[in-house]
């Protein structure tokens, strides 16, 4: 079965930053694009990021561009979320999958960002 695990997340400053770990499983993960999404509280699911199979192209959310950077590590069957300058509206769960055939979402990792 595919499936994701998510971690990294935590309280933030605004204006601090994080690094969110994505590994995947059950897949061969170098063969698949992957993306990381967004969901806060009393709102849907939404895209941050995304990254080609080789790393080669990424994309970003308008509201994340410049801020946040995306990334994969195809050996350890890892994806990253590198989050800097923080913002409040970047306060929600985090999760990753394949954009394209999806496979179970994991339980995210919480993102707060507070003072």
């Known amino acids: 079965q595919v499936r994701f695990v998510e971690s990294g997340g935590g309280l933030v400053q605004p204006g601090g930053a994080l690094r969110l770990s994505c590994v995947g499983s059950?897949?061969?993960?170098?063969?698949?694009?992957m993306s990381w999404y967004r969901q806060a509280p009393g709102k849907e699911r939404e895209f941050v990021a995304f990254?080609?199979?080789?790393?080669?192209?990424?994309t970003y959310d308008e509201s994340v561009k410049g801020r946040f950077t995306i990334s994969r590590d195809n050996g350890m069957n890892t994806a990253y979320l590198q989050m800097n300058s923080l913002k409040p509206e970047d306060t929600a769960v985090y999760y990753c999958?394949?954009?394209?055939?999806?496979?179970?979402w994991g339980q995210g990792t919480q993102v707060t960002v507070s003072s």
């Open positions: 999958n394949r954009p394209v055939e999806p496979g179970y």
């Open positions: 059950g897949f061969t993960f170098s063969g698949f694009s």
């Open positions: 990254i080609s199979s080789t790393g080669s192209m990424t």
